[in-house]
């Protein structure tokens, strides 16, 4: 009896997808590796999400082939379906941070193609990734596969732009000479670290708390708020330090030396600064969108 004569059509697929989704990792962090001019600030970050996203992909098609998939636990699909649903916008937002950073400013030659190469096989993981949670979700029968409620989407929203924030401010230059822009770091990082304890004492899934084993409403209540309180101070010391002259920012992308053409390959540190303060307001009005909609349920 051959290989495939003895799997069914569901695992088959998931290993071509798993395959797919290994090849497409593999090659932009394998590209980038070799280039060391790809491996300056926010390239290390889409290095490291590359390297990521390729090991866990190994390590889950590792298990499926060890054990058999009648032995995985009963949430595995449920598991799946939320890696691949988050791996999806973090290899997409590689692909847009990477292509937008090194493309546009490399002059012609091996760099720019590796860089090339490298966002193009980054947006097929991307769609791999989400193939894996379309065909998850096509299974009959898949009580794991929920269609997301407003508050669902919410939160995941809350964790994809604090990753995409996170690409941003892998160049320390941004904030280590203020105190109050260190403060901000801290923030995005405590916010982040609770949606990921949100997301995994959860079984890997927002909208269902029947896994609990800790009192879920008061602690995503308190993850809401905590998180509200911390974001607004972020949303006013990160553009007044970084743009108000009075506070050592620079208001004008033009006296931005970096901002120059002539220098090294880069987006340079001002377009890093607005584009971190445009994802931090987002993330503000998606925790108080959070809170607005809990407060209806409660309400209701």
Known sequence: MSLFSALDSVTIVGYFLRLGQLLSTCVPFSLVAVEDGLREGIGNWCFFVWCFCFSA?????????????????????????????????????????????????????????????????????????ALEVAWVCAQPGNIYCFVSTFQGMIRRLENVVACVIFGFITNIDLYRHQPALIWCVVVYSICFILGAVNFFINGCDCDNDRRLSIPYPGFLVGQTVL?????????????????????????????????????????????QRLAVAILTAMNLLAYVADSAYMALVFVG
């Open 227 to 271: 998180s509200i309180l911390l974001y607004t101070t972020t949303v006013v010391l990160w553009p007044l330090y970084q743009f108000d002259e009075n506070f050592g920012g620079q208001p004008l992308r033009s006296n931005d030396m970096t901002c120059s053409s002539d220098l090294s390959p880069t987006l340079c540190v001002w377009d």
């Open 57 to 129: 992909s190994l390590l889950i098609l590792l298990t499926e082939l060890c054990v058999f998939r009648s032995r995985l636990p009963h949430y595995w699909d449920g598991f799946l379906q939320a890696y691949a649903f988050y791996f999806t916008f973090a290899c997409l937002s590689a692909s847009i941070i990477f292509g937008i950073t090194y493309i546009q400013y490399l002059p012609q030659g091996p760099a720019q193609n590796h860089a090339i190469t490298a966002t193009a096989f980054s947006a097929m993981a991307s769609v791999f990734y």
